[in-house]
T-cell receptor, first 118, second 110 residues
């Protein structure tokens, strides 16, 4: 199968600090990775699309200076929440695809990272 | 505006019965539709994909239908088990990144 891991699985931080979340595809090369956030009982909201070696494409309303995404290799993408505030507390989930952004391939999701900002 | 609607109320059924979940959409023309399972505090897990030119897809106890005229997909789990209890998400895809519905919670009672 295709496995995607995330680290950490949960993090608690103080307001104003930065938090980095890693997303790794363990047994395949992911040309495209996606970052989502999910509030309780809500749908997955796409934040950005990340392609290896290029700048991420952010969805409307997502601050790219606040949510820094780096896709340095075909197996690793990172999301850094800078100067986190309590309203950034959420469940952050990454996913990876083997093909391009619009290829009809299933997305393989990571287990998610629960961020709590105090 | 574009909408994906999944029943926000939980579906409660008895073990052994067939569970049927609905995904309706408006102002989309998806090339395909996917169903995912999500357990609490976990990421979604892919279950099935059905393309716009397919009426029905099956996988073990799962069956998905796709009616592009009604703009609706039905997701069936036959002989349901308590282990099937989870939230089920539909996602529409095409010339755009798949967009997810809110999901419907399924609770199978022993």
């Amino acid at each position: 199968g295709a496995v995607v891991s995330q680290h950490p699985s949960w993090v608690i931080c103080k307001s104003g600090t930065s938090v980095k979340i890693e997303c790794r595809s363990l047994d395949f090369q992911a040309t495209t990775m996606f970052w989502y956030r999910q509030f309780p009982k809500q749908s997955l909201m796409l934040m950005a699309t990340s392609n290896e070696g290029s700048k991420a494409t952010y969805e409307q309303g997502v601050e790219k200076d606040k949510f820094l995404i780096n896709h340095a290799s075909l197996t690793l993408s990172t999301l850094t929440v800078t100067s986190a505030h309590p309203e950034d507390s959420s469940f952050y989930i990454c996913s990876a695809k083997k093909g391009g952004t619009n290829d009809i391939n299933e997305q393989f999701f990571g287990p998610g990272t629960r961020l709590t900002v105090l | 505006s574009q909408k994906i609607e999944q029943n926000s109320e939980a579906l409660n059924i008895q073990e052994g019965k067939t569970a049927t979940l609905t995904c309706n959409y408006t102002n989309y023309s998806p090339a395909y539709l996917q169903w995912y399972r999500q357990d609490p505090g976990r990421g979604p897990v892919f279950l099935l994909l059905i393309r716009e030119n397919e009426k029905e897809k099956r996988k073990e106890r799962l069956k998905v239908t796709f009616d592009t005229t009604l703009k609706q997909s039905l997701f069936h789990i036959t002989a349901s088990q308590p282990a099937d209890s989870a939230t089920y998400l539909c996602a529409l895809g095409g010339s755009y990144i798949p967009t997810f519905g809110r999901g419907t919670s399924l609770i199978v009672h022993p």
